[in-house]
């Protein structure tokens, strides 16, 4: 989809593009959720925020296809969808980054964007050799790079683990923005980096939404959850107990709804 | 590309100043990066000064007939390193190349002499054998997620005694056999210098696998594995499929193995290479490539092969004791595995 389209779809429509209707998911006794609903509209960066045990992992887990819910709907664009796998959601372009950063740290970055899509040279090279089209991987990451406004990863050849710990996270969040994602989810992208790193994650989260790419983002970090979020859903005790704006309320407000001090 | 953000601690400054200081590269760094991006680099380094110091020390050295002499005797260990790289790359390690090797060898040789079948159809139920070693060791390692060190050293003591039972500890010996068995110990004349075939066959094998590594998907996968289990699968890379992958390859290229070996002994030995297991492994460890998986050369393992080789060849020649071969080639090992372990600390 081009960052045109995103835009129209942006401006015109109020459609979510990732919808959760009543979920519920039960680990023996315990109830992870007990009938949760999130929209996810165009261009929006959504952050997930709730105590340990609130059931914001196992909202994304579900969302993402790593669990299956007991009951309720996902809806894509609309059409009703059913996660079984990871990969299933993947299938309906939800990417998600996951906290421990799935990337090979001995690979280069160009390596790292195709894992696992790898594309062959055109011709017999590439049908009977099986030949690696390096060169048009390396010339596609860049060219991926520049439309998603990543300025930190200038040369794509360079092995993932030369680079610091923010430009890793923005490979990480590229190869879940590239290729014509619908919905990209952050776990925690910010947990482990320094002040400076944090800032250009955030800065690419951004950028992201300004591109027209809904974020789901989760995190522990106040600051920076009201830094970038243009909604803030709250969950606590495995139910959404409001969903905000930073606009609306302030961080103590929403600690307060988080910890059960105050009612939305 | 960065903005100053409103939301940043007054503490911003100072991390910039450190990382700063992070990037600032010393001469040493430098080299390091560089070793970093080229594993075959140290060996090469090491294989030119030895050279360069036994060709000194003995003129005897840099003969074209002793050099032609230290290639035939890298040969079996040089092939064996191939199939040992592949499991390496993917952070396992295989004990039984070497015990592979020669069941395979002892099946190859005993159907064609003793059973009289014709030597192409042993050459191929030789790589059969390689094969079924392989997909056991790939089958235990992938299904029951045992730890690769464990499983090939369960099935090096099976394969071992499957040997000697099914050779009944017997040696065939070359003569006996189909000359098509024994035609990879066989020359051929280039110029002044005689070329064996052997050799070149493992020459063939190391541009082969070196291509599917460097210029395939499957190789990049193979790396992938090796660098981070869990990073490639969350990516889809299936890694149980790779991982069984790589154990088949290996024990096809141990089949070929099999077949230099009959031709360079000139016989099937069920007692011979017990040693071959831990001189692949060497080779593996000084050509640069790292035990923790994910990072090294196909390239770098034929140079350690030949380091091993010219060590063990040049110090004799030089008049020393067997004993400060073996010293020698223990001191390499340590040394190569240290350069590793500094080379990974590379700036992260």
């Not at chain 1, 959760?20 to 999130?38: E, M």
Request: charged share 15%.
């Amino acid at each position: 989809m081009t960052t045109t389209e995103f835009a129209a779809s942006h401006t015109n429509t109020r459609e979510p593009i990732l919808k959760a209707r009543n979920l519920v998911k039960t680990f023996g006794r315990v109830v992870g959720l007990d009938g949760v609903s999130l929209d996810l509209y165009p261009g929006e960066v959504l952050a997930v925020i709730g105590d340990n045990g609130a059931g914001k992992s196992t909202l994304i887990k579900c969302l993402t296809g790593a669990e299956v819910p007991d009951a309720g709907e996902l809806y894509v664009s609309g059409q009703q969808v059913h996660f079984k796998r990871p990969q299933d959601a993947r299938v309906h372009g939800i990417e998600t980054v996951y906290q421990n950063l799935a990337v090979s740290p001995a690979l280069d970055v160009a390596s790292n964007l195709f894992l696992g899509r790898e594309e062959r040279l055109p011709g017999l090279l590439g049908s009977v050799f099986r030949m690696l089209d390096t060169k048009g991987m390396r010339r596609k990451a860049k060219e991926e790079l520049t439309r998603l406004g990543i300025s930190t990863l200038q040369d794509v050849t360079v092995p993932v683990e030369n680079l610091s710990g923010g430009q890793r996270q923005a490979v990480a969040v590229a190869r879940a923005a590239a290729f014509g994602s619908k919905v990209v989810v952050l776990d925690e992208p910010t947990a482990a980096l320094g002040v400076r790193e944090s800032n250009q994650v955030l800065q690419l989260v951004r950028d992201l939404r300004d591109r027209g790419l809904p974020v789901i983002l989760i995190s522990h970090n106040m600051p920076h959850v009201f830094d970038v979020a243009d909604r803030i859903h709250i969950q606590r005790l495995g139910k959404c107990a409001a969903t905000i704006t930073p606009q609306s309320h302030s961080m103590t407000d929403a600690v307060a709804i988080m910890t059960g001090a105050a009612k939305a | 590309m960065t903005q100053q953000q409103t939301a940043g601690p007054p503490s911003a400054g100072h991390a910039d100043l450190a990382e700063e200081f992070l990037d600032r590269q010393t001469p040493l760094s430098r080299i390091r990066n560089i070793l970093h991006r080229y594993p075959a680099l140290s060996p090469a380094i090491v294989l030119l000064i030895a050279v360069v110091v036994f060709g000194i020390l003995n003129e005897r050295f840099l003969r074209v007939e002793n050099l032609s002499l230290i290639t035939q005797q890298v040969a079996v260990v040089g092939t064996l390193a191939i199939a040992q790289t592949l499991i390496i790359l993917t952070a396992g390690i295989d004990l039984s190349v070497g015990a592979v090797m020669i069941l395979s060898s002892m099946v190859i040789a005993q159907l064609a002499v003793s059973n009289g079948i014709p030597g192409p159809l042993a050459l191929i139920a030789g790589l059969a054998v390689g094969l079924a070693a392989g997909a056991l060791n790939g089958f235990l390692v992938t299904r029951f997620r045992l730890p690769p060190f464990i499983v090939t050293l369960g099935t090096l003591n099976i394969f071992v005694a499957l040997t000697l039972l099914y050779s009944g500890g017997s040696t065939v010996r070359g003569s006996a056999m189909p000359p098509v068995l024994t035609w990879l110990g066989s020359t051929f004349p280039i110029g002044p210098v005689r070329i064996s075939t052997g050799v070149v066959m493992m020459i063939l094998l190391y541009v082969v696998v070196a291509f599917i590594l460097g210029k395939t998907a499957w190789g990049r996968h193979v790396y992938a594995v090796g660098d981070d289990k869990e990073a490639a699968r969350l990516a889809g890379i299936p890694v149980s499929r790779v991982l069984m992958s790589v154990y088949l390859a290996a024990g096809a290229v141990l089949a070929v193995g099999a077949w230099i070996q009959i031709g360079r002994t000139n016989a099937a030995s069920p007692n011979a290479g017990v040693d071959l297991n831990l001189d692949s492994i060497t080779a593996v460890v000084i050509g640069g490539t790292s035990l923790f998986g994910g990072r090294g050369s196909i390239w770098g393992s034929l140079l350690g092969a030949l380091i091993v080789g010219i060590f063990r060849n040049g110090l004799s020649l030089a008049g020393l004791d067997v004993l400060y071969q073996t010293l020698a080639v223990g001191i390499l090992i340590i040394v190569a595995v240290s350069i590793d372990q500094w080379i990974r600390k590379v700036k992260s």
